[in-house]
């Protein structure tokens, strides 16, 4: 996951909604969001090489997403895989809060990631690379492959979008997958610096990636309040693959 476009207690009738791509290397088999046999109340896309996912949520009301942190000299071959972050939230029990502060009392050296979780209560953030957890006050929010509202073109430019749709009160969640939709390339003086080559660099600062090896593999829209879980995906084509929406209304199981 690429960018996460998010806003936290900003709607009259959805505490969190967030719009996000995932970008990834188009040879790396995935499977679209889908319930999972083995976790019946979770809701996610499943990395069919490490097993975890990028973006989920949970019945319970549980949301977790995440994005890796773009530093070629912290990047570690052989360091364990950051979608089981995300998935061990997901499945688990313990509040966000708790949740991060037992991550970081284990000292696994992940690769540098951003990771968001969630429950109805409350959103917490935490990367490896600044710090400490922090609890996310309500507000309008983007996260890319920098840190928390880092100003990457593309992440004020969604940003933007989506404070448009809040501010309206909109509640149709392809409206969100269109603000993702942007193919647009940042100036030369704007683009991030992140030690990739120009022209990755230059490729990366689309919202929508769209290379023959690399881009973005597919889009997420999630409303979600005290009551429910509007859930859309929609997975691009590529390598001959058709266009796939999943599309899921999901009641919140009781606390």
């Known amino acids: 996951m690429c960018t996460i ?6 709607h009259s009738n959805y505490s969190l909604i967030v719009a996000a791509n995932r970008d990834e290397f188009h040879s790396r088999p995935t499977e679209p969001a889908h319930f999972w046999t083995e976790y019946p109340d979770l809701l996610a896309g499943k990395d069919l090489t490490a097993g975890g996912t990028w973006m989920g949520i949970h019945r319970k009301g549980r ?3 995440l ?3 773009r530093d070629i000299d912290r990047t570690n071959p052989h360091a364990p895989s950051r979608g089981k972050l995300t998935l061990d939230f997901l499945i688990g029990e313990s509040s966000p809060k708790a949740y991060l502060n037992e991550l970081i009392e284990k000292e696994i050296e992940y690769n540098p990631f951003n ?4 429950d ?3 959103l917490w953030y935490y990367s490896n690379i600044s710090g400490q957890p922090q ?12 840190l928390l509202n880092d100003p990457w073109p593309k992440v004020r430019h969604g940003k933007l979008e989506l404070q448009k749709w809040v501010t309206n009160q909109q ?3 392809k409206q969100l997958l269109s603000i993702l939709q942007n193919k647009d390339l940042a100036p030369d003086d704007e683009l991030p610096k992140t030690g990739v080559p120009y022209g990755m660099e230059k490729a990366l600062s689309a919202l929508h990636i769209d290379l023959d090896s690399y881009g973005t593999r597919c889009s997420t829209a999630l409303l979600q309040n005290e009551q429910e879980s509007v859930f859309v995906e929609k997975t691009y084509a590529i390598r001959g693959q058709k266009e796939q929406i999943v599309s899921h209304r999901i009641p919140i199981l009781p606390r």
């Not at 990771?115 to 969630?118: C, D, E, G, Y």
């Not at 996310?136 to 920098?146: E, F, H, I, K, M």
């Open 63 to 65: 949301f977790a997403a």
């Open 171 to 173: 509640e149709d969640p």
């Open 67 to 69: 994005t890796n942190y």
């Open 135 to 146: 609890a996310l006050a309500p507000g309008l929010y983007g996260l890319s492959n920098g």
């Open 5 to 10: 476009l998010f806003s936290w207690k900003q």
């Open 115 to 118: 990771l968001l979780v969630a």
């Open 120 to 122: 109805q209560d409350s």
